[in-house]
């Protein structure tokens, strides 16, 4: 079945305490993307990736670092998590090397530090 | 302590009425733009999209109009159904015109519909 995973679904952790979240897809797709998502404020861009080794900056990239050393897996790693960061994070894939509206996103990881 | 973040606009409409969700966009670069729907629990998903040298494109019960002089968007839903109740986001690039893969949300509305 074609989709993205995340993993951890549900995470609570303390502040400083580095972790990493997992986002892989199973359909050869270039373009991988995290975002967050927090109550009132819709979806904001971290990080996006339009091929293997390429990565960029998205809105938000503060406090959160990227690798893209193979197709198909794009973690997510908080050095340092803080309170702020506190939210439900999406990871989403989509096959075109540029931005497409047919992203298919991951199921979303929900993020609490304390 | 929990975070306060702004309230959502919500549209309530009933069932087999039209809906139209509006949109703001904030950069003049934009030139391809995309609405999403989101339900309770789950990941957006994909509805329609439009680039900037069209004015109107029209999918399956849905069509999306772009206003670029004063930077609009709207989502017209044709004979909205209690399935239609979502998160509605519409999303902004200036992927066209620049090598980008960034992509910005808008706040986002609640659609309820009324059966």
């Known amino acids: 079945e074609a989709q993205v995973t995340q993993n951890p679904r549900y995470l609570i952790t303390v502040t400083g305490k580095k972790l990493t979240v997992t986002c892989s897809q199973n359909m050869n797709h270039e373009y991988m993307s995290w975002y967050r998502q927090d109550p009132g404020l819709g979806l904001r861009q971290i990080y996006y990736?339009?091929?293997?080794?390429?990565?960029d900056k998205g809105d938000v990239p503060e406090g959160y670092k990227v690798s893209r050393k193979e197709k198909r897996n794009f973690p997510l790693i908080l050095e340092s998590p803080s309170p702020n960061q506190t939210s439900l994070y999406f990871c989403?894939?989509?096959?075109?090397?540029?931005?497409?509206?047919?992203?298919?996103f991951g199921p979303g990881t929900r993020l609490t530090v304390t | 302590g929990e975070s306060v973040g702004l309230h959502l606009p919500t549209l309530s409409v009933q069932e087999g009425d039209n809906s139209i969700i509006n949109c703001a966009y904030s950069?003049?670069?934009?030139?391809?733009f995309i609405w999403y729907k989101q339900e309770s629990g789950k990941g957006p998903q994909f509805i329609i999209d439009?680039?900037?040298?069209?004015d109107k494109r029209q999918g399956q019960r849905v069509t999306v109009l772009l206003n670029k002089t004063v930077k609009h968007l709207s989502l017209q839903i044709a004979a909205t159904q209690p399935g239609d109740s979502a998160v509605y986001f519409c999303?902004?690039?200036?992927?066209?015109?620049?090598?980008?893969?960034?992509?910005?949300f808008g706040q986002g509305t609640t659609l309820q519909v009324k059966p």
């Open positions: 999303a902004e690039s200036p992927y066209l015109s620049s090598n980008t893969g960034k992509l910005i």
């Open positions: 990736s339009m091929n293997v080794e390429v990565t």
């Open positions: 439009i680039r900037s040298n069209m």
């Open positions: 950069n003049s670069a934009s030139d391809y």
């Open positions: 989403a894939s989509s096959p075109s090397g540029r931005v497409t509206g047919e992203q298919y």
